[in-house]
């Protein structure tokens, strides 16, 4: 079968490819589509009967199908609609056609003749719908945003009948599994809820959708909460309740893509491309009227725009100019364009009718403007830098009188969470109208599609929260004196805002540049990928690890490097020697990498993003590690109780993203996963591993998650899954300053007299003492020595067993031990060693220094068998026979006359292979094994020293070997014949 699996791939994948990707822009164009559907269910036999000459095919998960669409295989998704609106909300690549395909009844499911529970089971749905409990969970559960579900804490039973409920827990927000791996969900919460009443205790059982009916049948479960659909063929199998939830079946489809060539260089390039705007904002409604050609993606909160602009899912962002300033400097990979699309003011909104309160704060907002203090807001909050805006300490008064202001707090500057409390231009200038008006001023924090509601509906007195004045809004709510002028502008991609060229306008680099140079670049990124495609007259130096690109480009190896400009960045500011050559290259986003397996993870990394983008955590950290250019670690807090996170890392990546100081790793990824595995509750535990190691140890399930500035490629993800984008970087090309070295040198003063001991003085500070990094080297050594120790010892035992087969009369193990001899003697280490961690034990959760010790004693023992083997066979065959007829067995022969001439003569070879396996453990890195050689990689990366790391190692290998050397000196000494009679007769 195995043999006949890259045949059958090749032909699945000519099968998708065999058809072009079609649009659907209405239920008539999907006539003769190809349609994903989820097996056994009513959209299946729904898509059966609609569309006849379709190619449906079915999937067991919807997240399948999801899948197959992105890669082009479908082009629509049959689904309901909770699981298609859950799909739009994290994929906004994919919307719902407006039009549904059937409305449905979700009833909960149960064995016929069981009349009494049927009755109990309607009488309980009729109390919920009545209460209204129903209708507030589709509130909680149906969000169309990606903020935290409102999930109620609901006390069991845990004594009494046990309640089966059987579920497909893949169908959020109907029925998933959240962080804590228990049933959650609209279905989970009414499941709880009939425990409750029923008093009986609740056990979940989850399955395939396919499943759940026969399971019901057989008694395996008592009811079926999870999305079912009542149909008149399942009703002659089952009961069903009355309905709980209002359901469709509704197709999901590709969002249409973007007209021209998605490049936007000016307003006008943006009509017919994909705008994103916020709901009734006054950005939604201005983009509407000047670009009626595009396509609106709809989003709850600034956040979620910039992200779809990052990940290209959107082409502009249309809102105001104060908002996406804060945005811009931020997101590096963002900028404004210059012409606005609109101009527009800013006032307080307020119920019709309100005239009191609208008279209060007129005259407020007057004489804020008449004083000046406007003017400072605007130039603190607005006009100001971002970095160090604090706001004033103007505090309403308490007392009886409250007003109650609606605000949307995810709008930098007018209104943002920061450090665990809203701030910003609108929160100061309403606690300044409250403490002017001398009434207490009550935040109501709402999404800004809900402002306008809530003062019709009275849930609120007024609202402040970057309100456009508009005439489709006057005619709903009304409005103060403005209290600032606004323009409504576009935000787009840096990279889309100008024509696509290698570097910018005026860069020394091009292609000639580095055609016919050696250019070094890290092998196996995107660097390597760029190179390789414009420079192909130049000659490639790929390296394993940033530091050694660095050394290669001062050591004069190489002509210039390329890698990571914000890195680079941080190297300059340390050694002037260095240079950019032009400008930017290219620029990726970046994002977390994960199995194709572990969608579950991935997806909460993603919220996990979106929260921290939303509460000002993620701009922090921005302003901290890329901005200003700390190395500060920030203290984490958070259980740890849920398990473990492991994360694959380049240790040496650079700052702002991750290095290793104080025998700690530190930076802006190493925050970033540290703060996810807090998120999680669970530990966390890195794993450093050269960069090409990655993706095959998340493919291999090695890790959880890949933590180091992943460009995004498709190639990538092929292998691994892709979390959002988080930041954007760029590509530069690097070189030695035009007399750099001569330059270094001359910091000395003329005429001082030459120290051999200063710059080892100076390099034993730097490399050793300072951070403490000697600690690395020691903790690399003790790895070292173990791993040798124990594969020596492993190998000696294995290949001592090894010997025998090869020895015995028995054809069958004289076969296995050859081949065995054979094949390990045949197989380099390295690639021994990568197989058995990727591919034996790729998944079994195993310590890597275990599996060195087995691939190096595996390789041991196969050259030490036959060391054995040459030893024994050289001891004449007439002493054997000379023990045995001296009454000894064939054992005690052994043990007491062969072994002992055997161990003195391979003494001298055994004692040389030894040496040669301390030496091989040097490539354990490959496997993120902390050893003394990666130890000594770690410092480079950081002192970027060619030449103490290497000779330190280089003094410790010798060191142990000399050691282990004199060890088994001893040992021959011992075991000689010659050294006993000399020591005798002294």
Known sequence: MHRWFPVLFILALLSGCGKDAQEIRSIEDARDARIGVMTGSTGEELALQMFPEADIKSFDDVMDAVTAMMSGKLDAIVTAYPTALQVTKKHTAFRVLEEPLRNENTCIALRKGNPALLTTLNGIIDSLHQDGTLADMRRRWFKKDLSPYEERTLEVPTKGEVLKIG?????????FMDRDAEVSGFDGELARIIGRVLRRPVEFHNMKFMGLIPALQSAKIDLVITGMTATAERKRS????KTYFENAQ???????APHGDGKVRVLKDIDGKRVAVLSGSAGDLAARRRFRDSEFLVMENAADAAV?????????????????ENIARQEPGLVILGEPVAKLEVAAALKKGNTALASELNEAIGAFTEDGTLAILRKKWIDGDGGSLQESNAVGRKGEAELRMGTCATLAPFSYHANGEITGLDIELARMIGNRLQKKITLVDMPFGALIPALQAGKIDFALSNFNVTEERKKLILFSRPYLQNDISALVLRSAAAPATPVSEGASLSAPDLNGTRVAVLLGSTHDTYALSHYPNATL????????????????????????????????RADPSLELKGGVLFSVPVAMGFNKQNDSLREQFNVFLQDIRQNGVYHDMVDRWITRGEDAMPSISGTRANGVLRVGVVSDKGLPFMIVKNNRLVGFDEELAERFAAYLGKEIKTSDMDFGNLIAAAATNKIDMIASTLMITPERALQISFSDPYYEIGASAFVMKTGGAEAVAGNDAPGAAYSFIQPIVDGFQNNIIKENRWKLILSGLRVTVIISVLSALFGTVLGAGVCA???????????????????????PVLVLLMLIFYVVFASVSIDPVAVAVIAFGLNFAAYVAEIFRSGVESIDNGQREAGISMGFTRLRTFLLIILPQTIQRILPVYKGEFLSLVKMTSIVGYIAVEDLTKAGDIIRSRTFDAFFPLIMVAILYFSISWLLLQSMAYLERRTDPKFKRIKTAV
């Open 308 to 324: 779809a602009l990052n990940t290209r899912k959107a082409d502009a962002f249309i809102y105001d100019r104060s908002v996406l």
């Open 238 to 241: 089952v009961d069903f309740t």
């Open 250 to 256: 509704v197709m999901l489809v590709k969002t249409a």
């Open 167 to 175: 579920v497909t827990a893949t169908r959020e927000p109907m029925s």
């Open 805 to 827: 087969m090869r020895m015995s009369s028995a054809k069958t193990l004289k076969t296995l031990a050859s081949v065995f001899i054979s094949l390990l003697r045949g197989t």
């Open 541 to 572: 130096l790929q390296y394993k690890t940033p530091s050694d690109i660095i050394l290669a480009v001062k050591s004069g190896k190489v002509d210039a490097g390329i890698y990571t400009t914000e890195t680079l960045r941080e190297i300059f």
